[in-house]
C-alpha cells in the first residue's frame, strides 16, 4: 500500500488567493482527519469525518476553512481567502476505525502564505 | 474529558543510554493508548499502541511502553539509545468516543 497520499508537498501563495490541499486515505480505513502542526500551537485537529461523512469540525479555525469528502479515496481541505498566519504543516491521516487502531499520517503539505 | 500530559518537552541521552519518555492520561472510560514518532519533514509513524490484550506492549524500533492503571501512566522506553532515534515523540489516547486526543510532544535529542 502507498500509504496516505498527500498533495501538494509544498505551496507558496499570496496572501488573499485560495488554497487547496488533496488527500487520498488508505483504502478500506473509514475514517479521515485533517491536522494542522506550527511551532506555536502543535498539532491541531481541525476535522474528521467517519464513512465520509464529517462528524466533528469544531476545530476548523473560522469560516475561511473548508473541507470535503466526496467519496472514500479523497478528501480536499481548503482555504479561501488565505492568510500568512495560515502557514503551517497540513496534515492528512486515516484510520480502519476511529477508537483503536491507530492513525497513519500523510507526509504533510508544507504550506507558506506571504 | 480526556486529557494526555508528556512530561518534558525535551529529552537529552548520551548514544547508548537508557530512552524515558514520560506520558500520563486522563481518561473516564478505558482508553487507548499510542506511541508516534515524528522524524524532521515528515508525517507521524505510529510506533506501538496499547490496546488492553498485554500491558508491556512492544514497538518498531525496540521501543517498548507500559500500560500502568494504577499510575494512569504509558510510558516509552528504549534500553540503548541510537543517533537515528532522534525525533519527536508524541503520545495520544483514544476512547470509544472517537477521535485520538495528543500530547504535546518531546524532542529527543541522543548526544554522540
Known amino acids: 500500500d502507498a500509504g496516505v497520499i498527500q498533495s501538494p508537498r509544498h505551496e507558496v501563495t499570496e496572501m488573499g488567493q485560495e488554497v487547496t490541499l488533496r488527500c487520498k486515505p488508505i483504502s478500506g480505513h473509514n475514517s479521515l482527519f485533517w491536522y494542522r502542526q506550527t511551532m506555536m500551537r502543535g498539532l491541531e485537529l481541525l476535522i474528521y469525518?467517519?464513512?465520509?461523512?464529517?462528524?466533528?469540525d469544531s476545530g476548523m479555525p473560522e469560516d475561511r476553512f473548508s473541507a470535503k469528502m466526496p467519496n472514500a479515496s479523497f478528501s480536499t481541505l481548503k482555504i479561501q481567502p488565505s492568510e500568512p498566519r495560515d502557514s503551517a504543516v497540513y496534515f492528512c491521516?486515516?484510520?480502519?476505525?476511529?477508537?483503536?487502531?491507530?492513525?497513519?499520517f500523510g507526509s504533510g503539505t508544507r504550506l507558506t502564505v506571504v | 474529558a480526556q486529557s494526555v500530559t508528556q512530561l518534558g518537552s525535551h529529552v537529552s541521552v548520551s548514544e547508548g543510554a537508557l530512552v524515558l519518555l514520560r506520558c500520563n492520561y486522563s481518561s473516564s472510560v478505558p482508553p487507548y493508548l499510542f506511541w508516534y514518532v515524528q522524524y524532521p519533514n515528515q508525517g507521524l509513524q505510529l510506533l506501538l499502541k496499547y490496546t488492553s490484550a498485554a500491558t508491556l506492549v512492544k514497538g518498531i524500533n525496540g521501543f517498548e511502553a507500559e500500560f500502568k492503571k494504577s499510575e494512569t501512566s504509558f510510558h516509552l522506553t528504549k534500553p540503548s539509545a541510537h543517533m537515528s532515534d532522534a525525533a519527536e515523540y508524541f503520545c495520544a489516547l483514544n476512547t470509544n468516543a472517537g477521535k485520538s486526543t495528543f500530547g504535546d510532544g518531546t524532542t529527543l535529542t541522543v548526544k554522540p
Open positions: 491521516a486515516s484510520s480502519e476505525q476511529v477508537t483503536m487502531y491507530g492513525y497513519t
Open positions: 469525518f467517519n464513512n465520509n461523512v464529517p462528524i466533528d
